[in-house]
């Protein structure tokens, strides 16, 4: 059975910090994504099997994507952060790496969603 269970974010102010945590079963977590009221579902960030990394333009060098594989668990920590980061955060998993990592349909799996509230 596949699960991927989240964990940590919150609310903050901006410049704060927050780490999300996304532990699996089942399955191998690869990437964040994020949800604005009003808005599209995108992708944030994602760890590729050996290790690379790939980020949105808005959170790059403010955002690490990580992941311990003895752990199988997926993390986001979150650096000076500022409203519009303000979403629900997914952590999401696919049977294959995909080719275009930013569209939420190349994911079969996805957490429960955790909020992140940034205020000025």
């Known amino acids: 059975q596949v699960r991927l269970v989240q964990s940590g974010g919150g609310s903050v102010q901006a410049g704060g910090s927050l780490r999300l945590s996304c532990a699996a079963s089942?399955?191998?977590?690869m990437a964040w994504f994020r949800q604005a009221p009003g808005k599209e579902r995108e992708g944030v960030a994602i760890?590729?099997?050996?290790?690379?990394?790939i980020y949105a333009d808005s959170v790059k060098g403010r955002f690490t994507i990580s992941r311990d594989n003895a752990k199988n668990t997926l993390y986001l920590q979150m650096n000076s952060l500022r409203p519009e980061d303000t979403a629900m955060y997914y952590c999401?998993?696919?049977?294959?790496?995909?080719?275009?990592?930013?569209?939420?349909?190349?994911?079969?799996?996805w957490g429960q969603g955790t909020p992140v509230t940034v205020s000025s």
């Open positions: 089942g399955t191998t977590p």
């Open positions: 999401a998993a696919s049977t294959t790496v995909p080719f275009r990592w930013r569209e939420p349909f190349q994911y079969n799996y």
């Open positions: 760890i590729l099997p050996r290790g690379a990394t």
